[in-house]
């Protein structure tokens, strides 16, 4: 368990609002993920990151931003939600370089 | 994306017996790859890793078995209980930190 903290857990928002997921770790792992989870797509990458204040884009990166401002905190912004971004977000960390990803439990959001 | 796919999207098996859930990837230069276990509600949790230069990998009552030839990797689970009952995910390293997972199998365990 990588001590890794969702917040919001539930989210029911309207098209065009921001909308802000927040992971927080407490293992002190440098990289950190978030993934989005739809039904016959599995888990795809949105943004990591690799370290504080450097992040990438993933395969699924359209309409998402990332900031990381300490090792803890990982947080994904929608700027303007489509009902396209209605999914569950998954946030993971790894353990140095080893590959093994530790997931929170999920933050389920709807845009309406 | 890559085409990390699996074989049966469900899978019905009775306690007791083993489990196989089969895993196809595309991409020759993954060196790494993992299979997730993901109960319901819950985000997915590991089970068990290969790199691409063994063949297989044991764990406690798990197996996997890694096929380069025909680029195929497999998740075997002994003597299956109902906790095992959950959606197992194979996800392979493409490159770097990034990894692409499969869409999934359902495993359900027939008490």
């Known amino acids: 368990d990588a001590g890794i903290t969702q917040s919001p857990r539930h989210k029911v928002t309207e098209t065009g609002t921001p909308v802000t997921l927040r992971c927080h770790q407490t293992e002190n792992h440098r990289y950190m993920y978030w993934y989005r989870q739809d039904p016959g797509h599995g888990l795809r990458l949105i943004h990591y990151s690799y370290g504080v204040k450097d992040t990438d884009k993933g395969e699924v990166s359209d309409g998402y931003s990332v900031s990381r401002s300490k090792t803890e905190d990982f947080l994904l912004t929608l700027e303007s939600a489509t009902s396209s971004q209605t999914s569950v977000y998954f946030c993971?960390?790894?353990?140095?370089?080893?590959?093994?990803?530790?997931f929170g439990e999920g933050s389920r959001l709807t845009v309406l | 994306g890559e085409n990390v796919g699996l074989h049966l999207p469900t899978l019905s098996v009775q306690e007791g017996d083993n489990s196989i859930i089969n895993c196809a990837y595309s991409n020759s230069a993954s060196d790494y790859f993992i299979w997730y276990k993901q109960e319901s509600g819950k985000g997915p949790q590991f089970i068990i890793d290969?790199?691409?230069?063994?063949d297989k990998r044991q764990g406690q009552r798990v197996t996997v078995l890694l096929n380069k030839t025909v680029k195929h990797l497999s998740l075997q689970i002994a003597a299956t209980q109902p906790g095992d009952s959950a959606v197992y995910f194979c996800?392979?390293?493409?490159?770097?930190?990034?990894?692409?997972f499969g869409t999934g199998t359902s495993l359900t365990v027939i008490p």
């Open positions: 290969i790199r691409s230069n063994m």
């Open positions: 996800a392979e390293r493409v490159t770097g930190n990034q990894f692409y």
């Open positions: 993971a960390t790894d353990r140095a370089d080893t590959g093994e990803l530790f």
